[in-house]
C-alpha cells in the first residue's frame, strides 16, 4: 500500500518537481549574469554647463497654516544684536574727573 501511494504521489507530483529544479536553474543563471554586469558596467557622468527654468508654480495654501507660538528677533537694516552683558558694559559711562579750566598766563615780551 506504501508503494502504491508514494508511486501515486510521485507520479503526480513530478511535473511541478521538474518545473520547479527548471525555475531554479532559471533564478541562478539571472543571478549570476547579475552578478557579472555589476562588475563589468561603466558608470556614466553628465555634465550640465547652463540649466533655465522658464517656470516654477508653487501652489501654497496658507489658509490651513496656523501659527501656535511666534517668537525670536526680527532685525531690519544695519540693527545688530548685542547681548545684554556687553551691552551694559558699553552703556556704563566712566566717572569723570572733576573739570578745571587749563589756563596758562605768560606775559608779553618786550
Known amino acids: 500500500m506504501k508503494k502504491m501511494f508514494r508511486s501515486l504521489i510521485r507520479h503526480c507530483l513530478k511535473p511541478e518537481l521538474d518545473k520547479l529544479r ?3 536553474e532559471r533564478l541562478s543563471v539571472i543571478e549570476k549574469q547579475k552578478q557579472s554586469s555589476k562588475q563589468e558596467s561603466e ?3 553628465i555634465h550640465i554647463e547652463t540649466l533655465n527654468v522658464e517656470k516654477v508654480d508653487y501652489h501654497l495654501e496658507f489658509g490651513e ?3 501656535d507660538e511666534l517668537s525670536g528677533r526680527l532685525n531690519i537694516g544695519a540693527t ?3 547681548p545684554p552683558e556687553e551691552k551694559d558694559k558699553k552703556c ?3 566717572p569723570e ?3 578745571t579750566p587749563a ?3 605768560r606775559s608779553k615780551r618786550q
Open 92 to 94: 556704563q559711562r566712566k
Open 65 to 67: 497654516l496656523t501659527i
Open 80 to 82: 545688530y544684536y548685542i
Open 22 to 24: 527548471e525555475c531554479e
Open 43 to 45: 558608470e556614466t557622468y
Open 97 to 99: 574727573a572733576p573739570s
Open 103 to 105: 589756563v596758562t598766563i
